[in-house]
């Protein structure tokens, strides 16, 4: 259901149910192809763990000529662990000059506009509409999940774009898995109205702790929301158990960089 592929030096995860849709691009990117150094090693693409500025905008060309594209097509947005959803309905040029984009999720119609969210651990779904033509991303780590932004972005899709449920391919790229992902009571109170709670929750080797499948759990929120199980696809890579492949927040201690993913209609 998955693949990792190459171009030039960047080392890539791909969902070959989005693969055989010839109207979009899409990427998992890995840590491995890009210019940072030390326990940024390689591909980081963000600034704000302490990696230089012009290592980061290196990696960023690297990504975008390896697809063809320029790096001004790419959307990034800050990420809050919310679930404000931005739809972008204008080039990127004309958001880079509007007020800070402070958003969890991102979804669009507009052809050449690269739409994306920076990962370690936490995870990165593509939504695609294979009838409307329109792509979505979504950023969901426990309080995102716990706020059902993946949820949230399914329903943003087929309230803005007219998209049914039936016709939307979702693909749940890598996140940390429940075999490393331990979290406590708050976290499990917190996500306890949700549908099927109980089955992505496992006990851990501790009183009062847990283990917690995220990506299980977004995509009962997918589901929940009308797109079938047929449609939902999950890489069953865990970041933190491959720390060769992926930059992982909880496997390194909270001492590392950022995986770009990003989906694009093309033009």
Request: some cysteine; overall charge positive; glycine content about 10%.
């Amino acid at each position: 259901m998955f693949r990792f592929s190459k171009k030039g030096p960047l080392e890539y995860l791909e969902a070959l149910a989005l693969t055989d849709c010839n109207f979009l691009t899409h990427a998992f990117c890995t840590r491995k192809g890009g210019v940072s150094r030390g326990r940024f090693e390689n591909l980081n693409v963000s600034v704000k763990e302490g990696d230089a500025e012009e290592n980061v905008r290196a990696n960023l060309r690297i990504i975008a000529d390896a697809f063809g594209i320029t790096v001004e097509q790419f959307v990034i947005v800050s990420q809050v662990h919310g679930e404000e959803i931005l739809t972008v309905d204008r080039p990127p040029a004309d958001l880079a000059s509007s007020v800070r984009l402070e958003f969890d999720a991102i979804v669009t119609d507009q052809p050449g506009v690269a739409i994306c969210v920076k990962t370690a651990d936490c995870v990165p779904i593509f939504f695609a509409d294979r009838k409307r033509k329109v792509v979505g991303v979504a950023h969901a780590g426990w309080r995102g999940t716990a706020l059902s932004v993946a949820g949230k972005t399914t329903q943003a899709l087929i309230s803005r774009f007219n998209c049914r449920a039936g016709d939307i391919i979702a693909a749940i790229g890598p996140a940390i898995g429940p075999c490393c992902y331990k979290v406590d009571e708050p976290v499990v109170n917190a996500m306890k109205g949700q549908r099927g709670s109980e089955s992505f929750f496992s006990k851990g080797a501790k009183p009062g702790e847990w283990m917690l499948d995220l990506a299980g759990a977004n995509r009962m929120q997918i589901m929940g929301c009308g797109i079938p199980e047929m449609n939902t696809h999950v890489a069953r890579s865990c970041t933190s158990c491959r720390r060769d492949m992926f930059f992982s927040h909880r496997g390194e201690g909270g001492n590392t960089g950022r995986q770009l993913n990003f989906i694009m209609l093309n033009r």
